[in-house]
Each structure stands twice: as structure tokens, then as C-alpha cells.
């Protein structure tokens, strides 16, 4: 689910929350059922999923390009495994940051691509076993796909914004949740908690009750030669408060900001209101690496605003560092007791 999430879920009034709670509870009834009793295809390597509990922002692509660098320090070679939200692309396909656009293999698979191999399957079974047996990988990394059912999961660890939260805490559509909470909690293997704030609570204590470890990791932005400018941000993500946080805290002035959907294909319009905007108040334009990552290869327009634009990148950084090394030997683990007995 994509574009802008309704504002009730996140607070404010509840009386469509209250009218859609029957839907919810079919809704939530069908996710726990397929969680309880999906089919999983099994591959012959490790699987990792980093997921979330609700629908949008939760830390899954930073959490997922830092256990890449995990892996690759314990000797392995990560790929990458993504459904493509956004893109048209039925695959598997192996994502090419320089050939393929998002429109066709969707934003996030770009980012990942640069990282380490990526492939984009509707069919998760079809591109796990394309990474292990084309491409060559032997420790996946699933981003998202949690609630799905479709793989084996050797290791899910579920990521949550401590400062978004769990918006009201009900199963869509009545709010952001994408099952029950305790079903998530319970099919979950760890908890990481990411940055600061009270709204994470809820999951914590519930993960804690569950058994399951709850762990912590920050959002770092890198140096960047931002501080003290006058800016224009703009950010189409699930919550691009995160991200003026990140401005501030590298020293931005943001005198302006333009908020889009979730995975928002930028239209011509939309980018020469924004280079006008800048212009016409002397502002510099910033944007998220994920927004820049649409927004190439997608026109004249969209790589002139890039070009334009500043990006601000971000990394996650476990606490303690070794973290990312403990995720991955459970995994391994797992697999060897899945593989094994």
C-alpha cells in the first residue's frame, strides 16, 4: 500500500477509525491465517527479512543496507530481495541502477541495487531461488515481506521509528498495522528500535512480554555541506518529518518544504514549481536519496531537478556496532537448524 496514508491513523479524530473496524477485523483475521498457514518455499541458503509492523516508513531500507555490510564483513555475499513495490517489473529481474528505472523496478530496489545485487520478483520463491542459482548469493536479504508468507524466513527482524510508532494501533484499514499486533509479535524473532522517541512503546513492551529481544540502532546523517544554507526540502516518503530532522541536525536552514506521497512519481509540472520556488526565493533544493532515486532516468525534467539538488544520504548505525554481526550468525544459525534439524 502506497501514496498518502489517512491521517486518522496517525491521530486526531477516530470515528472513521470506530466505522471501519469490522473491515479491519476481516482484514486481520486473513493476515493472521496467512502468517499462521501460508505456504513457504524453501531455499537453500539463509534468509533474513527485515520488516515492519504498519504500512510505509519504519527503518526497513537503511536496516537492510546496513546487514548487507554485516554480511559482507562476516565473508558472505548478500543479495538483495525485493517484490518491486511501484515498479511494473513482474521479474525476477536483476535490478540495474543505470539502466532501470523506477517506474519499472520501483525506488527502493534502486537504492538497494547500489549496494549489493538486488532482484525484484512479484513471486518471492522465483527471485530467491533466481538470486541463488543465477546470480550467486549466498545469504538473502529480504526487505519486506514479512506478513506475506510466500519464504522460508530463517530471521525476522521487525524495524520500528520511535518516533512514529504504531500510529493508533489498529489493523488496516482502521490504521496502520498490516496484522494484529501480537501475531506480528509472535512470528517476529527481534525487535530494533530506531532514533528516539515514546510512540514505540506499545511494541516494545508487547515484544519484551513475548519473549522476543528488543535491540537499538540510530539514523546517522553523513557530512554534508548544508550547514548554515537557506533550503527548499522535498520529500515524497512515509514520513518526511524524519527526514527535515536530518536537515536540522546537519545544519540546514529549511526555509521551505514540499511534501509528497509515499513512492510519488514526479510530474513535470510539480518539478518546475519547485525549480521556480528555489529560484525565486534564492533557496538551494534538497531531497531524500530514495526521491533521487525516482527521479533518475525518469526525464528531462526529473534529471534536471536532480541536477539541481542536493541529497541528503543516511546510514543506520547499530548499538552496539556488532549488532548487525549477532543478526547475522542467528541467521545462519537458524538455517543450519532449518537445513539441518
Partial sequence: MGGETPAFWWGGPQ???LALRPASAVYGAVARRRMDKGRREAVDV???CIGNFTVGGGGKTPTALAMAGAAEACGLRPGFLSRGYGGSAGGPLLVDPSAHAARLVGDEPLLLAARAPTVVAKDRGAGARYLVDTVGVDFIIMDDGFQSARLCIDFALLAIDAGRGLGNGQVVPSGPLRAPLKDQIRHADAL???GEG???AQAIRLT???GKPVFEARLEPRAHALAGRRV??????????KFYRSLRAVGADIVRTRDFPDHHPFQPAEISELIADAARDGLHLVTTRKDAARLAGDGHAARRLLAEASVLDIDLVFEPSTL???FVTETREAFRHRKFG
Fill in 232 to 241: 527548499l526540502a522535498f520529500a515524497g516518503i512515509a514520513d518526511p518529518e
Fill in 324 to 326: 548487525g554481526t549477532r
Fill in 208 to 210: 519484551a512480554r513475548g
Fill in 46 to 48: 539463509p534468509v533474513l
Fill in 198 to 200: 515514546a510512540a514505540g
Fill in 15 to 17: 470515528w472513521a477509525a
Fill in 192 to 194: 530494533l528500535v530506531i
